[in-house]
């Protein structure tokens, strides 16, 4: 009997340390496990170790079934390369011209800044994979939205479209980024009327795309991002709760996180006149590029006497063990209807959460 084959076009995939790769490596390893054949279409892992770091542990995760496609991201990556040896001399002395300039030449084929430039070699990497073992199914995760512009690329073979989040508005601050009938608003109504499914992170999100594109209802669907179960999960032992252990794990989006009323919350709960102590530790990347203003960092240095701290990245492989350290795991979200928060599902019940205001 033949099995059914999925073509998943991921732009962001271990070792990439984003947001996104932890959802795709379940979607990937879960119709692995169900039977099917799973090739996935991804940026050269190379990227990664240029602009934002890797997370090797994390690949040892990925079902050994899948095959692997790793594609050169067409220049997509380049505004946020860092190696000098790379510029151009317009680059050098226009900076904000060569970036004008290389923003306009990426969106010729897709209405995306920069990340449009995977566009062709990803859906050449596309057609090269179907011509050698056809495709049943495409699915295709965002953002860089790019991918639902791949996941087109085979005539006649049905798509997903994985949003996770939204194309059309910024889910921190709910702000519309386009309307329904602007020419981008024409063409995510076109991919949404070809889709055969449409997934979204949650309800609300669903919902607010139900209002726009009322066509498409039928085919939205929310999939919430699950417990991920990895080696090291049991249930804690019970710990002395005279000092307790507070931990943070997340990327620190500080643009949009409440960290200035945590650092004020924790120094009146905690701090030298408070008469109580607690270690608070804080792990994952400062950003989605590794950098934070000096300002980030001070806090946390003039709070580690108060048992505040930050320790850093860890591997995803790691993530269970943090939690089981812990006896309660701080969620920092930034306020709006749209923003889920997820991390706590991984956690054992049996640990409490703290949500700051």
């Known amino acids: 009997m033949t099995r059914p084959h999925l073509l998943y076009i991921a732009f962001s995939f271990p070792p990439s340390t984003a947001s996104s790769v932890y959802r795709c490596t379940a979607v990937a390893n879960a119709f692995a496990q169900d039977g099917w054949d799973v090739t996935v279409i991804t940026v050269d892992p190379t990227v990664w170790s240029q602009i934002s770091g890797t997370d090797e542990g994390l690949v040892e995760s990925i079902d050994s079934r899948i095959r692997i496609v790793n594609v050169d991201d067409g220049g997509a990556e380049e505004p946020a390369r860092r190696d000098l040896r790379r510029y151009s001399r317009l680059r050098i002395e226009a900076p904000y ?9 990426t969106r010729r084929g897709f209405p995306e800044d920069f990340h449009a430039a995977w566009l062709a070699p ?3 990497a596309a057609k090269t994979v179907h011509e050698e073992h056809p495709v049943d199914l495409v699915m295709a995760s965002a953002s860089p939205y790019v991918s639902f512009g791949v996941a087109q690329s085979l005539t006649g073979v049905p798509f ?3 949003y996770r989040d939204a194309w059309a508005f910024n889910t921190i601050t709910g702000a519309q980024d386009f309307a329904v009938d602007s020419e981008l608003g ?3 109504s076109n991919y949404l009327r070809k889709a055969a499914q449409v997934w979204f992170v949650n309800e609300q999100i669903r919902s607010e795309y139900s209002l726009r594109y009322p066509f498409a209802t039928e085919k939205m669907r929310v999939v919430a991002n699950g417990f991920d179960p990895q080696p090291g999960h049991a249930q804690p032992a019970i710990r002395s709760t005279e000092r307790p252990r507070f931990g943070y794990l997340g990327t620190l989006q500080y ?4 960290l200035k009323p945590f650092f004020a919350a924790w120094e009146k709960a905690f701090g030298a006149q408070s008469g109580q102590s607690a270690d608070g530790i804080f792990r994952g990347k400062l950003s989605a590029s590794g950098a934070a203003p000096a300002e980030v960092l001070s806090a946390f240095d003039s709070s580690r006497g108060d048992g505040l701290s930050y320790e850093g990245p860890i591997s995803k492989r790691e993530v269970a063990n943090f939690y089981g350290s812990l006896d309660i795991l701080i969620l920092l979200l930034s306020t709006g209807k749209y923003v889920t928060g997820g991390k706590t599902g991984s956690c054992d019940s049996s640990v409490g959460v703290f949500r700051a205001p």
Request: charged share 35%; hydrophobic share 50%.
């Open 160 to 162: 997903v479209l994985d």
């Open 255 to 258: 643009v949009n996180m409440p």
């Open 186 to 188: 024409k063409i995510e």
């Open 122 to 124: 990803a859906s050449a």
């Open 97 to 105: 011209l060569w970036k004008e300039l290389f923003r306009r030449r």
